[in-house]
């Protein structure tokens, strides 16, 4: 008897605890949401700003601040799409950046395989040398990047710059792949051999597979880190390969600033980072801690 | 996971060593190569020795001056930004919703200025900021606080810091998050019986597993803010004055904008050194919490 009252005090007090346990929850939640929601109202205001400027024409921008257009107008977009030297930078920003990608994810491909999974001749060294260089200030191979590409002469082409990035992404990516392919178990490459597979045979047809969401976000991490680069992209290139993001310091040394220009040049650089980053989502931590979360 | 033994595996690598020495280590020797020697134009070089780094190393000089003021500004830049990024980027994570659609909402959202090209994001704070058409600018003007990042250096400084962390913090808390997710429920219940509070709970489980993933954050942001050149160029072009001249504006004023050959050289290399200590430091740090987890995990 005396026990069951005991047992049954317990129960009650445990019972208010708990009410009071999730009353607190609530309001953390809530403190939760509020953190939230101001962060990423802080977040999103720049962008609004450049979208309701880009969809303003420039009278309505000069003349007064307003929270949306007025006059509603796609023209700064149609000009970009219309005139070819603006679109032509997008054209050649996306060619260097995919070159620059397909090439940095098919070095690395092997390199991370050997890595994750021998043991050899100086590959401490070799592995932290590689990060090194994704971490090497990019205006520090400014100048030596110009005179090598100009002496090669592939100055003011695509491959230039596509060359030049892999600097930083093919380390990036060998860093990325080595992390997802550590996470497969060694039995499977031994398996395959025992079935007699060739290695090209089983690398392309079982492992690829295998860590598909490995290249797919070290292909993304290329793509982004090429896409978002100014400094070596600028450098070396002059007219033919100029990538957009260069194209739209132009609007400023213009007589007159053209601000609706700009900001649509600006908005439709997001636009590729928007796209591709609801795929890969769920990887974007582990691509930015280099394949090590 | 135990390695074989393997030096064939050299083969595999090989692909990747010729391509990045090919970029990073014949630029590299050029620029040793201009570090030693002088010009006065017309490609006629002569041999200088190590005048360049003496002249670079002594604060007294016009060019060692002007390098340790360019140094103590990106570092104290740094030093801010990982002072404010860090506590933020965790608070950030914590606030993350637990499950449903609104995770992935606000992972987009968050990810969405990582994405944006870096001349881009100082494009959008330039006009962002701007009193005339901008609204940051307007709002703070007409609050009657005299703002204005062109003319006050502080006020640039200010700019530059509010950018850099829209900008980064989403890479600190995504970092959090991740670390975050890896920890078992079961933690959380046994805290609740043990009627731990809020910031107990934070102490003794929340941070300990983040500790992996917040040192990973701390380098990154250390390293890409010690590098910056993009966002502020475009915002300031590191004036007014030398007010806003981070180590990289200033090579590369030195380098391409007056073609002092010799002198970027010197900057570069001893630049260079700073940041290969770092990432040696980082490596080992990292490469011992790697080691340790996993003799704990054994």
């Known amino acids: 008897m005396t026990e069951s009252i005991v047992i049954d005090r317990s129960n009650t007090s445990e019972l208010r605890a708990d009410a009071a346990n999730r009353a607190a929850y609530r309001q953390r939640i809530n403190g939760k949401a509020v953190v939230m929601t101001v962060y990423l109202v802080f977040l999103m205001l720049p962008i609004y700003w450049l979208v309701n400027m880009s969809l303003k024409t420039n ?68 592995f932290f040398w ?20 100009s002496a090669i002469g592939l100055f003011d082409t695509p491959w230039a710059v596509a060359l030049a990035h892999c600097l930083f992404n093919i380390p990036l990516a060998v ?6 392919m550590s996470g497969v178990p060694r039995e499977i490459d031994e398996t395959a051999a025992i079935d ?98 | 996971m135990t390695k074989t033994l393997n030096h064939k595996a050299w083969f595999l690598v090989l692909p990747v060593f010729a391509v990045v020495a090919f970029s990073a280590v014949l630029p590299l020797m050029t620029v040793v190569n201009y570090s030693v020697q002088d010009t006065f134009g017309n490609n006629q070089f002569f041999w200088n020795g190590v005048a360049w780094f003496q002249d670079l190393l002594d604060p007294s000089t016009e060019l060692g001056g002007r390098f340790f003021g360019a140094l103590w500004r990106t570092l104290l830049f740094s030093a801010i930004i990982l002072t404010i990024e860090i506590p933020l980027g965790i608070l950030v994570a914590l606030s ?20 944006i090209p870096w001349n881009v994001v100082g494009t959008i704070w330039q006009v962002f900021a701007r009193s005339d058409i901008g609204l940051l600018g307007w709002v703070v003007n007409h609050m009657g606080i005299d703002y204005n990042y062109t003319g006050h250096s502080l006020d640039a400084w200010i700019t530059i810091i509010v950018m850099d962390v829209w900008h980064w913090t989403s890479l600190v808390a995504l970092l959090c998050y991740a670390g975050l997710k890896s920890i078992p429920d079961a933690y959380y219940q046994a805290a609740r019986i043990d ?16 500790r992996r993933v917040l040192l990973i954050a701390v380098l990154l942001r250390f390293m890409d803010s010690f590098m910056i050149y993009t966002e502020p160029f475009v915002l ?36 260079n050194l700073i940041i290969l200590v770092i990432c040696w430091i980082f490596y080992t740090v990292m490469t011992n919490v790697d080691a340790d987890r996993e003799r704990r995990e054994a």
């Open chain 1, 59 to 126: 009278m309505e921008i000069t003349s007064g601040l307003t929270l949306w257009p007025r006059q509603l107008t796609f023209g700064n977009y149609i000009k970009i799409f219309t005139d070819q030297s603006w679109y032509s930078g997008y054209i050649n920003s996306l060619t260097y950046v995919i070159i620059n990608t397909l090439l940095s994810i098919s070095f690395a491909l092997p390199a991370a395989y050997a890595f994750s999974r021998y043991r050899f001749l100086g590959d401490k060294h070799l």
């Open chain 1, 130 to 149: 590689l990060l090194t260089n994704r971490m090497a200030p990019p205006a520090v191979f400014a100048l030596p990047f110009f005179n090598l590409y």
């Open chain 1, 175 to 180: 860093w990325i792949l080595e992390g997802f």
């Open chain 1, 196 to 293: 007699g597979y060739s290695f090209p045979h089983f690398f392309i047809k079982i492992f690829m597979p295998l860590i598909a969401s490995g290249i797919g976000v070290a292909a993304f991490f290329c793509f982004m880190f090429s896409w978002v680069e100014l400094l070596l992209a600028r450098t070396l290139t002059t007219v033919n390969a100029k990538p957009i993001a260069a194209t739209m310091t132009r609007t400023v040394s213009a007589a007159g600033m053209d601000w609706g220009l700009l900001a649509a040049a600006g908005v439709l650089t997001i636009v590729p980072g928007a796209l591709v980053i609801w795929f890969v989502r769920n990887y974007i931590a582990k691509g930015f801690a280099l394949g090590r979360v």
């Open chain 2, 96 to 115: 993350m919703p637990r499950e449903g659609w609104r995770v992935a909402f606000c992972l987009v959202l968050m990810a969405l200025p990582l994405l």
């Open chain 2, 195 to 210: 009627g731990a509070s809020r910031w107990a709970v934070f102490r003794t489980i929340q941070l300990p597993k983040m």
């Open chain 2, 236 to 271: 300031t072009g590191g004036g007014p004055g030398n007010a806003t001249t981070f180590l990289s504006i200033d090579l590369v004023k030195l380098a391409l904008g007056q073609f002092d050959l010799g002198k970027a050289a010197a900057m570069s290399l001893v630049y």
